[in-house]
């Protein structure tokens, strides 16, 4: 199973940009693999799905970042990324990333905190 652990979050004003950085102490051969994808809770609301990327490349995003947000991975560094531009307060959560491009297949990590305020 893919150990993944989050990074990258912080503090931002509406408007700004992060980037999110998640990487893992597995295999490159095992990583490289796998499909991957970032999540996100909101205070009170389920976690969801809303960036995943295939082991080719392949990207799929939730209508709520679609064109602020992209995803992607450097496999030669086992690492996974989120930018995030164009930040907006309701993008405020803990978020997390994953195994798999439909549904979470591995054990979840501590997340990392977003705080968009002014």
């Known amino acids: 199973q893919v150990q993944l652990v989050e990074s990258g979050g912080g503090l931002v004003q509406p408007g700004g940009s992060l980037r999110l950085s998640c990487t893992t102490s597995s295999s490159r051969i095992i990583f490289s693999a796998s499909a991957l994808a970032w999540y996100r809770q909101a205070p009170g609301k389920r976690r969801e799905l809303i960036a995943a990327?295939?082991?080719?490349?392949?990207?799929k995003y939730a209508d709520s970042v679609k064109g602020r947000f992209t995803i992607s991975r450097d496999n030669a560094k086992n690492t996974l990324y989120l930018q995030m531009n164009s930040l907006k307060s309701e993008d405020t959560a803990v978020y997390y990333c994953?195994?798999?491009?439909?549904?979470?297949?591995?054990?979840w990590g501590q997340g990392t905190q977003v705080t968009v305020s002014s």
């Open positions: 994953n195994t798999g491009f439909i549904s979470p297949l591995g054990s």
């Open positions: 990327i295939t082991y080719r490349g392949d990207t």
